[in-house]
């Protein structure tokens, strides 16, 4: 579970594959104010580059063409482009490719296979229509004719494609003429996966392909998940617009998955390998206790070494095995252990090297970068510190230098470090905010997308001592244009009734007079690990404060505020609300509501408070905390029982029901007799993240308790409640219901 507004924006890119979304500028200069619909409609939206692709030369990277016709090569150094690897003007094949969605280079980069076609099934989960390039005779033509694919694979040396129909595994030989055969047909849906995820998976461990070559191509392994045990969900489906389902005009359809809630059956998980050559098919011997879990495989540049990561159910211990894809016998590698529970950034930053790999650990108290041979032996800690390494980029055997971004300087703000190998640390990015790089293959230079609270992002090319070499988008126009636009972005820090020292932001309105006392409203977030006070581009819902600056403009302050729980300040401070989801989060939103009450230009009898996800699941708990400091809140897409939940997520931090029924009934339906102010709830009717259920279930204990409240259903409309004018129809309803409750005074 995830920002919401990042899924949004990841959703939307896989959705319209945009490369480079770049907003109309002669719509930005006929606007003199904020409006409402322009905001839904992302019309202040960055330019961003997207699809960088590093080639193996270390001196170049590609993307697509902003017109989705090509894929362009540019230098590291200059930004300035190099040459063309693909036109769908100029190529030539049997069928028109009219756009590219995506595109995935192979190991020598003599061959691409150009996505197309593409066709969304859950947060990462697609098929596409792929073709084969080659890049040598300007031709291409199709991976495959049965049928659309799901994440394809190029083996190490070329030679072959894997990918994933209908739950099975294929294989592509490119030098055979593109004969296709099948690896495994027990495939079914809501039965057994073969090398992709069940839904669970996918949308907690972050994975959309589970299956991988080994170094000499000559073995395939993946994980099967047999989810035929797993409790099947069932979401009604409607007719509705956009897009419009004619089946379900007269008759509401049926949508069937499996989803585990919380202490329910998982999928049971083996790691399969199969020899090409032979065609023999054999079963690792992983360790794995009952209902463990499988977030990652990967082969090592040992052929002979598969690494096989496994976490028990309570996430609290991360094995890494070394398996041998012949003998199928497994050796422990690393065990990693906490007395709560392993974070998903350990096995997500997992990087391997000649005879080495490294990853993230807390292990200090604070994340940090480890680095193992393949036998298991720690070799060396590659940063240390009492701060948080956030990204580690990349590790250069040669030098032993280390590249990451870590919260070095502040936990509102990320820069891009390098240290050496006597530990000697250098600070690559120049900017003060936040700083996200993207590393040549050679580690020789670096895209750096940098922004703060009041730059848009702005994007350039560095080398690895930090010089600057070039600018490649500024987002001056929106810069200029917000500048005008924007309400006053302020942050600050209090210290709560118990003690804890937060941090946060207010947005005020331009015209802001001390003298006079405004209505807040409060946004937060507050799940594990997130943070929505940084010094970044990303403040409020809408990147920059847009949506908050709207309603500054309206007469509202707006205010968000990190509570204990959120990341950026060590893994105390983050899992301190381990087994207790929501009691420590909303009190500390109440505390946060209490102290701005206290100051002189702040109307503490009109304070609100509203959140999507989490964050709606945390706006309920503190209008139900016990203290009556909120007069209005909203929440959107809330998650009000976390045994509705999905078991990864929930069981990472509560365990199951059965062993934390304590834990389990700290939750807004059973505090729903302590709802206190107004309450707008939303969500959408296919919410296959979180069900819609939720808010059925809730507005049922408030109906009981005798508690009015308002509801806005989305119809066919799933976590994200985005499509047609869904999107600008919510915050409509928003803003309007907050004009109502706390009327400000304008």
């Known amino acids: ?23 109309c500028a002669a719509t930005l200069s006929a606007q003199e104010t904020l409006k409402l619909k322009d905001i839904a409609d992302g019309h202040y939206y960055p330019e961003q580059i997207y699809g960088v692709n590093p080639m193996n030369d270390g001196e170049t990277y590609t993307q697509i063409s902003p017109d989705r ?22 190529a030539r094949g049997k069928e028109k490719i009219r756009g590219i969605d995506g595109y995935i280079m192979s190991p020598d980069e003599t061959r691409i296979l150009i996505q197309t076609q593409t066709k969304s099934i859950y947060r990462h989960s697609f098929t596409a229509v792929y073709y084969i390039y080659n890049v040598q005779n300007n031709t291409y033509e199709p991976l495959s004719n ?67 070559f080994s170094a000499d191509s000559r073995m395939l392994a993946w994980v099967r998940s047999d989810e035929s045990q797993v409790p099947v969900y069932s979401m009604q489906e409607f007719k509705g617009l956009y897009p419009t389902k004619a089946q379900f005009d007269e008759y509401p359809g049926e949508y069937l998955y499996k989803y585990p809630v919380a202490g329910a059956k998982n999928s049971d998980v083996s790691v399969l390998t199969f020899d090409i050559e032979s065609r023999a098919t054999r079963t690792l011997q992983v360790p794995l206790e009952e209902e463990g879990y499988i977030p990652r495989i990967k082969f090592t540049n040992d052929p002979n070494q598969l690494a096989v990561v496994t976490l028990n159910r309570h996430q609290n211990q991360m094995d890494i095995y070394m398996a041998n894809p012949r003998s199928t016998l497994c050796k422990l590698a690393v065990r990693e252990t906490s007395d709560k529970y392993i974070k998903e950034t350990a ?27 393949l036998n298991g032996t720690l070799e060396k800690q590659l940063t240390r510190g009492d701060f948080e390494v956030t990204n580690f980029y990349g590790y250069e055997e040669k030098t032993g230098k280390c590249y990451y971004a870590s919260r070095q300087e502040s936990p509102l703000r990320k820069a891009v470090y390098i240290s050496d190998k006597a530990g000697k640390v250098k600070k690559l990015s120049t900017e003060v905010g936040t700083n996200n790089a993207t590393f040549s293959k050679s580690l020789k230079y670096f895209m750096n997308v940098y922004s703060s609270a009041t730059q848009p992002p702005v994007t350039t090319l560095c080398d690895n001592t930090g010089r600057k070499l070039t600018t490649l988008l500024d987002n001056a126009k929106l810069k200029e244009k917000t500048e005008k636009l ?28 001390a003298a006079k006392k405004y209505p807040v409203i409060m946004y937060q977030y507050s799940g594990p690990g997130s943070q929505e006070v940084t010094d970044s581009w990303s403040m409020g819902f809408y990147g920059g404060g847009i949506y908050e600056s709207y309603m500054a403009a309206e007469g509202f302050i707006f205010v968000c505020v990190d509570g204990r729980g959120t990341g950026g300040r060590g893994a105390e ?16 939103q109440v505390e946060a509501a209490l102290y701005l009450g206290t100051l002189p230009y702040v109307d503490k009898a009109n304070i609100a408070i509203w959140g999507w996800s989490f964050g709606g699941f945390n706006t309920l708990m503190s209008m139900s905390e016990g203290r009556p400091v909120f007069k209005a809140g909203v929440a959107v897409a809330a998650p009000t029982n976390w045994k509705y939940y999905d078991t990864v997520y929930t069981e990472r931090y509560m365990r199951t029901p059965k062993e934390n029924g304590n834990g389990y009934d700290i939750n807004p339906i059973q505090r729903a007799n302590n709802l206190s102010g107004s309450l707008l709830l939303i969500h959408g009717t296919a919410d296959d993240n979180v069900h819609y259920r939720n808010a059925l279930e809730y507005a049922e204990a408030l109906v009981q308790a005798d508690k009015q409240f308002d509801m806005q259903i989305y119809t066919n409309r799933n976590h994200g409640i985005f499509g047609g004018n869904t999107r600008n129809h919510l915050f409509q309803r928003m803003t309007n219901f907050f004009i109502s409750e706390l009327q400000p005074n304008r």
């Open 1 to 23: 579970m995830e920002n919401i507004f990042y899924n949004y924006l990841n959703m939307k890119k896989i959705f319209l594959m945009v490369v480079c979304f770049v907003f």
């Open 69 to 90: 016709k090509r894929i362009v090569r540019f230098s590291f150094k200059s930004g300035k482009e190099v040459g063309v690897v693909f036109d769908a003007e100029k």
């Open 146 to 212: 049965g049928g659309p694919q799901q994440v394809p694979l190029f083996s190490p040396d070329g030679s072959m494609v894997a990918f994933v129909r209908d739950n099975n595994l294929f294989l592509v030989k490119l030098l055979f003429g593109n004969s296709e055969s099948q690896i495994t047909k027990d495939g079914k849906r809501n039965e057994v996966l073969n090398g992709i995820p069940d839904w669970v998976y996918e949308e907690e461990f972050s994975m959309s392909r589970a299956f991988d």
């Open 347 to 373: 096995y997500g930053s997992l990087k391997f090297y000649d005879g080495r790999f490294a990853y993230l650990s807390d292990r200090s108290g604070y994340q940090h970068v480890y680095l193992y041979s």
């Open 486 to 513: 924007l309400g006053r972005k302020e942050f600050f820090s209090f210290t709560t009734s118990e003690g804890v020292e937060l941090n946060g932001w207010m947005i005020k309105p331009r015209d802001f007079n």
């Open 573 to 588: 401070f983050e899992k301190c609300t381990y087994l207790r989801l929501g009691d420590l989060e909303s009190k500390d």
